[in-house]
């Protein structure tokens, strides 16, 4: 088996399995693992992501919290509050520097 992976912030995530590799499929940035597939659990709240161990050469699942409506509601008003705040302070430098 062999794992086409994408290095990201969050680990080696997956992208393409195949089982039987051609010689072509495998000059690929990948690695080739030594273990059998993972079976994801059901998590609540939670999305399987497959990963891979490069130096363990594993397939693994890490659970991730979906990006839904309310997750990105929660981030805005809390960058809408950093940024009234900023703001503020903004304005109280220009008025004290008026004087």
């Known amino acids: 088996m062999f794992a086409v992976y994408l290095e990201t912030q969050q680990g080696m995530v997956v992208t393409t399995v195949y089982m039987n590799p051609t010689p072509e499929q495998m000059k690929t940035s990948g690695v080739e693992i030594d273990s059998g597939f993972p ?13 891979v161990d490069v130096e363990m050469k594993q397939l693994y699942f890490d659970y991730e919290r979906p990006d839904t409506i309310a997750s990105r509601v929660q981030e805005l008003q809390k960058e809408n ?18 004087k």
């Open 39 to 51: 079976t994801p659990n059901a998590v609540a709240g939670m999305v399987p992501v497959l990963k």
């Open 81 to 98: 509050t950093e940024l009234k705040l900023a703001l503020a302070e903004l304005a109280e430098m220009v008025a004290g520097g008026g």
